[in-house]
Structure formats: C-alpha cells, structure tokens
C-alpha cells in the first residue's frame, strides 16, 4: 500500500488549509487511518485517528474543535480540515495507515501504524 499526502501549504494565522490522503493498492477500508505532525526539532505527534468504519474519531486536545478527519472509501482518501490555523501548528503532516484489527479502538501511537505517507508541509505566519 502507498500514501500520498498533499494540500500543504503556507496560510496565515487563523486561515483554514485541507489536507488529503489519497491510498492506493489497497481498499482504504480495511484501514483504520491517522494524522501526525513533525515541528522542526520535536518528535512525531498524534493529531486525528479515526477507525476503519469512521465510527470512532478522536482528536489532540490542541487541535479540537478547529481540525476535522474524514474519510471517502469510495475516493479511497483520508482528509484533515484544519480551520482557525495557529503558529504552533506549523509542522510536516504525516497521513498513517495500519491493516485494521475491525474495532473500535482508535490508535493514537506512531507505532501503531504500520504505512505512512511522505508528509505535507504546513506553515502558519503570524
């Protein structure tokens, strides 16, 4: 399976950018799916997961409320809508995909995933 993440980009602050995920090899929906982020200088960290079904979500408590994940098995994508953008979300963005064990858990560890994609850069100014 390979991922392709786009739609990065340079926004300023309080701007919106959506991110997509685009799978292919496999059927997306065997896959539960994940966004992480890099800021320069810092480890991987956790932003949105979501099951293979969509049925379970779960967010960073910094970014609740202003992203939101979602999933087009039919497109086989995974998106991320980053609205209200602050400076500390400036960051490459990782899309992450892991062969689905079909339940409700939403993996939220990068060692949980298995697939990554390439990342997208975004880039906030203040």
């Known amino acids: 399976v390979q991922l392709q993440a786009s739609g990065g980009g340079l926004v300023q602050t309080g701007g919106s950018l959506r991110l997509s995920c685009v799978v292919s090899?496999?059927?997306?929906?065997?896959?539960?799916m994940g966004w992480f982020r890099q800021a320069p200088g810092k480890e991987h960290e956790f932003v949105a997961g979501?099951?293979?079904?969509?049925?379970?979500?779960s967010y960073a408590d910094s970014v609740k409320g202003r992203f939101t994940i979602s999933r087009d098995n039919a497109m086989n994508t995974v998106n991320l809508q980053m609205n209200s953008l602050k400076s500390e979300d400036t960051a490459i963005y990782f899309c992450?995909?892991?062969?689905?064990?079909?339940?409700?858990?939403?993996?939220?560890?990068?060692?949980?995933?298995?697939?990554w994609g390439q990342g997208t850069l975004v880039t906030v100014s203040s």
């Open positions: 992450a995909a892991r062969i689905s064990a079909l339940t409700t858990i939403v993996h939220t560890r990068v060692d949980d995933f298995a697939f």
């Open positions: 090899g496999r059927n997306i929906g065997i896959y539960d």
């Open positions: 979501m099951t293979w079904s969509g049925s379970r979500i």
